[in-house]
Nanobody, 119 residues
Framework: QVQLVESGGGSVQAGGSLKLSCAAS????????MGWYRQAPGKERELVAT???????READSVKGRFTISQDNHKDTLYLQMTSLKFEDTAMYSCVSTGPYYYCATGSWGQGTQVTVSS
């Protein structure tokens, strides 16, 4: 059974840091791409960062230079290191498997972890 479980969210003051984790199980995590998305109340879900199956990373312009996506294939865990947090980073953060192979459980989502940044 495919499972993605996020953790590491919380409340932090502007300028602070948090590190989110997404523990994956039930599929070949190390061979697949992953992504972090976020959704703030009243707003559409937006892409934060992705890491492809070959390790290529991309970040949204709004977080470039502040957020870093990475993964530990020994632990089947995806990370999002967030620094210099801003009020507008407040959102529910979720991880997703992005494929591209048939064994990647593409489109599987975690339940999300809340990040709240106070100004």
């Amino acid at each position: 059974q495919v499972q993605l479980v996020e953790s590491g969210g919380g409340s932090v003051q502007a300028g602070g840091s948090l590190k989110l984790s997404c523990a994956a199980s039930g599929y070949l995590f190390s061979l697949c791409g992953m992504g972090w998305y976020r959704q703030a109340p009243g707003k559409e879900r937006e892409l934060v960062a992705t890491i492809s199956s070959d390790g290529t990373t991309r970040e949204a312009d709004s977080v470039k230079g502040r957020f870093t996506i990475s993964q530990d294939n020994h632990k089947d865990t995806l990370y999002l290191q967030m620094t210099s947090l801003k009020f507008e980073d407040t959102a529910m953060y979720s991880c997703v498997s992005t494929g591209p192979y048939y064994y990647c459980a593409t489109g599987s989502w975690g339940q999300g972890t809340q990040v709240t940044v106070s100004s």
